[in-house]
């Protein structure tokens, strides 16, 4: 089991910066991936960023050039760097974990961080 907790949302004025942190306890040697979601309301979840235990990142278009997503693993963390942060990024942000156990493949979700992005 792998137990994730999201830190640092807020409210945020538009052009503002803030970084996301998700600190995973347990099984954290079995983590393959650590990935950032959000859902705004009345909307379906939508993968944001996603790094790979060997440290390769993939972004949504809609962030490219805005967000980075890193990991500390010595601190079994992972963090969002977003900048220029638009109103359209306000949502629920959670971290998801994938962690592998032999052939299988799990998910681990976090509770989640509310970001709001004023105009």
């Known amino acids: 089991q792998v137990q994730l907790v999201e830190s640092g949302g807020g409210l945020v004025q538009a052009g503002g910066s803030l970084r996301l942190s998700c600190a995973a306890s347990g099984r954290t040697f079995s983590i393959k991936a650590m990935d950032w979601y959000r859902q705004a309301p009345g909307k379906q979840r939508e993968l944001v960023a996603a790094?790979?235990?060997?440290?390769?990142?993939n972004y949504a278009d809609s962030v490219k050039g805005r967000f980075t997503i890193s990991r500390d693993h010595a601190k079994n963390s992972a963090f969002l760097q977003r900048h220029s942060l638009k109103p359209e990024d306000t949502a629920v942000y959670y971290c998801r974990a994938e962690v592998v156990i032999g052939t299988t493949s799990y998910q681990y979700w976090g509770q989640g961080t509310q970001v709001t992005v004023s105009s």
């Open positions: 790094i790979t235990s060997g440290g390769s990142t």
